[in-house]
Structure formats: structure tokens, C-alpha cells
């Protein structure tokens, strides 16, 4: 998709109003929260990123704009959790660990991918990994405990999704499960600064879609 349309000057209903009324076809994919665009062919003209507050069906009904939804950023030794309740934070921490080798600034697990050493500095920072990933899911399953989520969004590099996955302590879904959600932004460091400011980016619904269809899409503008 070459273009982007911010669809923050329409309502949540027009939005879903222009779909119902304006496309020949659409289609609703749960696990990115998107409306696929179609034409009667079945090309796709474009898609709208939806709001993780927002809650619809299939048919685009539009059944809450307060989800539950927690947000969890993870980096090599630093990682934000913030939960959000419709677009209220109600709750943030973070977590950090010793992790990374401070001569050369990357990880004990990028290093052990490629070297497979184990001296007792990299033990060290192998123990502080594997709490610091404890950690993150014990804090996860006690907010279970607590709240009703819809959706748990996720930054985390393809290095560290094991050993969040694997931990000895369980993530509270399966990796597999469609609320899990792969928040489709950069995030450059995982604080809760960074974090914030990507929510409120998710916050916007954003309409992404092929330049040759400009003239398809102008009943959003």
C-alpha cells in the first residue's frame, strides 16, 4: 500500500457506514483488526487499520469503544506494559535486566546465537534474561487475574519472542491465539514514553491503499 489517509475527522459509524455502502465487498481480519477493501472482482483497493478500542463483528457492527486491551513492548533488557481501557490508561510499569554485553552494545542472546560461549559474565546476563522474562509474564497472568483483556498487542523482535513464549512462567495465551495482536508500528526504545506515544498513534483509524484507486477511496475524505 503506497498511501495513507487518516480517518480521524469521521466518525466511527461513518466509517463503517462508507464501507457498508460504498465498496462492493469487504472483509474483516480479526488478527490485524482490518477491513480489507474489495471490488466486485475481488482486487484489494485498499485496507482501514481499526483502533484496538474498538470492537466489531464480521458484519461490521460496532459492539464497544472500550476494549480492554493490554500493550507490551520488549526489547533486549528494557520492556513497557501499559492497559488500556477503552483509550484511558488505567495501568503501565516497566521492566528492565542486565542483558546486553556493554563493550559491544548487543545482546547475550544475539551473542550466544553466534559465538556459543558461556563464560560466568554471560551467565550472568543469561540468569538477568530469564528472570526479566518471568517477570514480564508473572505480571501478565496476575492482570488476567484481574481484568477481562480483548486484545494483548505486542512489539517484540523475532530473537526475543521465544523466550517470552517459552518462559518458565506461561504467557497467559497461545501464540496462535487471535487477540494476540502484532502492534504494526516501530517502537525504537521500549520505555513508556515510546509505548504512548505508538498507542496513540493505534488510537487513529488510518485508511492505507493503492494510489491507483485514489478516486475509489475519495468518500472518505
Same mark, same amino acid.
Given at each position: 500500500?503506497?498511501?495513507?489517509?487518516?480517518?480521524?475527522?469521521?466518525?466511527?459509524?461513518?466509517?463503517?457506514?462508507?464501507?457498508?455502502?460504498?465498496?462492493?465487498?469487504?472483509?474483516?481480519?480479526?488478527?490485524?483488526?482490518?477491513?480489507?477493501?474489495?471490488?466486485?472482482?475481488?482486487?484489494?483497493?485498499?485496507?482501514?487499520?481499526?483502533?484496538?478500542?474498538?470492537? /466489531?463483528?464480521?458484519? #461490521? %457492527?460496532? +459492539?464497544? *469503544?472500550?476494549?480492554?486491551?493490554?500493550? @507490551?513492548?520488549?526489547?533486549?533488557?528494557?520492556?513497557?506494559?501499559?492497559?488500556?481501557?477503552?483509550?484511558?490508561?488505567?495501568?503501565?510499569?516497566?521492566?528492565?535486566?542486565?542483558?546486553?554485553?556493554?563493550?559491544?552494545?548487543?545482546?547475550q542472546i544475539k551473542y550466544l546465537n553466534k559465538k556459543g560461549k558461556s563464560r560466568a559474565g554471560?551467565?550472568?546476563?543469561?540468569?538477568?534474561?530469564?528472570?526479566?522474562?518471568?517477570? /514480564?509474564?508473572?505480571? #501478565? %497472568?496476575? +492482570?488476567? *487475574?484481574?481484568?477481562?483483556?480483548?486484545? @494483548?498487542?505486542?512489539?517484540?523482535?523475532?530473537?526475543?519472542?521465544?523466550?517470552?513464549?517459552?518462559?518458565?512462567?506461561?504467557?497467559?495465551?497461545?501464540?496462535?491465539?487471535?487477540?494476540?495482536?502484532?502492534?504494526?508500528?516501530?517502537?525504537?526504545?521500549?520505555?513508556?514514553?515510546?509505548?504512548?506515544?505508538?498507542?496513540?498513534?493505534?488510537?487513529?483509524?488510518?485508511?492505507?491503499?493503492?494510489?491507483?484507486?485514489?478516486?475509489?477511496?475519495?468518500?472518505?475524505?
Amino acid at each position: 500500500m503506497e498511501e495513507h489517509l487518516n480517518l480521524d475527522h469521521l466518525t466511527n459509524e461513518d466509517i463503517l457506514e462508507i464501507i457498508l455502502n460504498e465498496f462492493e465487498d469487504f472483509l474483516y481480519d480479526p488478527k490485524k483488526h482490518q477491513i480489507q477493501l474489495l471490488n466486485s472482482s475481488g482486487d484489494l483497493i485498499g485496507y482501514v487499520r481499526l483502533p484496538l478500542h474498538w470492537l /466489531i463483528d464480521e458484519n #461490521l %457492527n460496532l +459492539l464497544s *469503544e472500550d476494549a480492554m486491551v493490554v500493550y @507490551l513492548s520488549i526489547e533486549s533488557g528494557n520492556a513497557a506494559l501499559s492497559v488500556m481501557e477503552g483509550e484511558e490508561n488505567t495501568y503501565h510499569t516497566t521492566f528492565s535486566a542486565y542483558m546486553t554485553r556493554k563493550k559491544q552494545g548487543f545482546s547475550q542472546i544475539k551473542y550466544l546465537n553466534k559465538k556459543g560461549k558461556s563464560r560466568a559474565g554471560s551467565r550472568v546476563r543469561l540468569a538477568e534474561t530469564t528472570t526479566f522474562f518471568e517477570n /514480564i509474564n508473572t505480571t #501478565l %497472568n496476575e +492482570l488476567w *487475574e484481574e481484568f477481562t483483556f480483548d486484545r @494483548l498487542a505486542l512489539n517484540c523482535n523475532k530473537t526475543l519472542l521465544p523466550y517470552l513464549l517459552q518462559s518458565k512462567v506461561p504467557f497467559p495465551i497461545d501464540k496462535q491465539d487471535p487477540m494476540l495482536y502484532k502492534i504494526p508500528l516501530h517502537i525504537p526504545q521500549s520505555n513508556f514514553t515510546n509505548l504512548d506515544m505508538a498507542i496513540e498513534k493505534l488510537k487513529t483509524p488510518l485508511l492505507l491503499y493503492n494510489e491507483e484507486y485514489a478516486k475509489k477511496i475519495s468518500c472518505f475524505r
